[in-house]
């Protein structure tokens, strides 16, 4: 999964006409570490998707602007557009995330 390190490089990658996640995350978070424990899995069933992750904390902004209240969250983006988002609350485990991943296909 490839990191997001500028605001410029979020906005092409989101801008994407193939669908890409974007997963929120922050080197502080004990979720976000148990999520890294089995989204590699999942990445690789799914690679219809390009997935990518960004640090909540570096950028504010963008978080707050898609409504990225807490993390792991995982967004889905085509052509600009939010199209999906799995918050935190229900993104706790690997049932969970492709449970999310099937009802948007």
């Known amino acids: ?36 424990m089995f989204i590699g899995d999942i990445v690789e069933a ?21 409504a990225v209240m807490g993390i792991p969250s995982l967004l889905i983006f085509q052509n600009g557009e939010k199209t999906a988002h799995l918050h935190s609350a229900n993104a706790k485990s690997p049932e969970q995330v492709n449970e999310f991943l099937e009802s948007v296909k």
């Open 46 to 66: 799914n690679q219809q998707y390009t997935w990518y992750q960004i640090n909540r904390d570096n950028f504010p902004e963008i978080a707050e602007k898609y």
């Open 1 to 36: 999964m490839e990191e997001i390190k500028s605001k410029d490089q979020f906005e092409d990658v989101v801008s994407n006409s193939e669908p890409v996640i974007v997963k929120f995350e922050a080197g502080w978070c004990p979720d976000c570490k148990r999520m890294d």
